[in-house]
């Protein structure tokens, strides 16, 4: 793991789409700075397909599909991709899971619900879990009750994992980097070989390990490095400044990259 600073000028050149996390990567604090939102126009103005891939719930993702500059958002750690429509008031769900067994989904994690509370009395439910549609949430402890909510998720036949704000469980083994995958083809053309090359990724958590594991062009926001043991596969950059500042750093050197390539062309 090397400083973004220190990239080569070309070293993004080839970048088309970023992907990133939100909470404490768009983010910090809880707050999206405004040069964040600023960074996330830039790169859209320039031809950068930007989709967030988040654990958050399908309600916040609703919101910023309708309203932000980016082209997509991957809800739920993988359980939903949600899409503007062309008219621009409308938005688009694709679920993970086909749409005739999504009520059965909901129903077994309905009594995954009960079988934590009855194992775990101490798990408290996220206060977004009534925006969730995909999977269950509970607010981090910082204690052993957070391994302990794992503990029972998989239990009862769930996935789970933690990340900077929640333990969070969900059915049908999928992750962000199945979900960004599968959209990547399905929506823009673009296949995994391919993706490898010319997908940037962003993040900050243990739920971002596949992404760092897969594509070669990925970031980590400063505060990555409290999550450096639970990483298997730590990201190729780090950015000096942590959640939406370190993302601004990161969308600079995609733009500086991309410049570059164009100033190359021109001369050509």
């Known amino acids: 793991m090397q400083n973004l600073s220190s990239a080569p000028v070309d070293q993004f050149s080839k970048v088309r789409f970023l992907l990133t996390d939100m909470d404490e990567t768009l983010t910090y604090r809880g707050r999206l700075p405004a040069d964040t939102y600023l960074a996330l126009e830039r790169l859209q103005a320039a031809g950068i397909c930007v989709l967030p891939v988040t654990a958050a719930p399908a309600g916040w993702c609703d919101q910023m599909a309708r309203m932000w500059p980016v082209d997509g958002v991957i809800a739920e750690n993988g359980g939903l991709f949600f899409r503007r429509s062309l008219q621009g008031h409308e938005v ?15 129903n077994r994690l309905h009594s995954i619900e009960k079988i934590v509370e009855k194992v775990v009395p101490q ?23 957070d391994l302990r909510i794992v503990e029972a998720l998989i239990g009862a036949g769930a996935n789970a994992t933690i990340n900077n704000l929640w333990v969070l469980g ?25 993706a490898t090359e010319l997908v940037a990724y962003s993040g900050d958590s243990t739920n971002d390990a596949p992404m760092f594991g897969f594509f070669r062009h990925t970031v980590g926001v400063s505060t990555v490095i409290d999550y450096l043991p639970q990483l298997p596969v730590p ?15 990161f969308a600079d050197a995609i733009l500086k990259s991309r410049r570059h390539e164009d100033g190359k062309r021109t001369e050509a």
């Open 170 to 194: 969900w059915i049908g083994g999928y992750d962000k980097l199945s979900m960004s995958l599968r959209i990547l083809v399905e929506k823009y053309g673009i296949d995994a070989e391919s």
């Open 235 to 249: 990201p190729q950059w780090i950015t000096h400044g942590p959640g939406g500042v370190g993302f601004v750093e």
């Open 123 to 145: 798990a408290q439910q996220a206060d977004d879990q009534a925006f969730r549609l995909t999977s269950l949430a509970y607010s981090r402890t910082g204690t052993d009750t």
């Open 92 to 106: 688009e769900r694709h679920y993970w899971h086909p749409s005739d067994s999504l009520e059965d989904i909901r």
